[in-house]
């Protein structure tokens, strides 16, 4: 289950440059290390969040391999949409 590029995706990749990248990964190292407190708890979080994903993936492969697929994407989908609306939505809102 791979994902398809669009063919103005490709066109967008050529567009970042090595330097751009690199800057970005500099200036979030520098944000976290004026963070280092929110940046610990966030790490905390991200592996716990791993940890329940681990879950979610052990009890999707209960199902039979023909609706595996099916049950992934969905959950996939929902996971997608919940940080869409925690994280990008209510900052929105409170914003607004």
């Given at each position: ?8 995706e ?12 690199t800057?970005?990964?500099?200036r979030?190292?520098?944000?976290k290390?004026?963070?280092p407190?929110?940046?610990r ?13 681990m879950?979610?993936k ?8 023909m ?5 992934t994407?969905l959950?996939i989908?929902?996971i997608?949409?919940?940080c869409?609306?925690i994280l990008i939505?209510s ?6």
């Amino acid at each position: 289950m791979s994902a398809k590029k669009r063919p103005d995706e490709k066109a967008q990749d050529q567009q970042v440059s090595p330097g751009l990248v690199t800057a970005m990964f500099d200036r979030v190292r520098l944000i976290k290390r004026k963070h280092p407190d929110t940046s610990r708890r966030i790490d905390t979080h991200e592996s716990e969040i791993r940890e329940k994903l681990m879950q979610i993936k052990d009890a999707i492969d209960e199902f039979p391999a023909m609706e595996k697929e099916l049950i992934t994407v969905l959950v996939i989908n929902g996971i997608h949409k919940m940080c869409d609306e925690i994280l990008i939505d209510s900052d929105e809102e409170s914003e607004g």
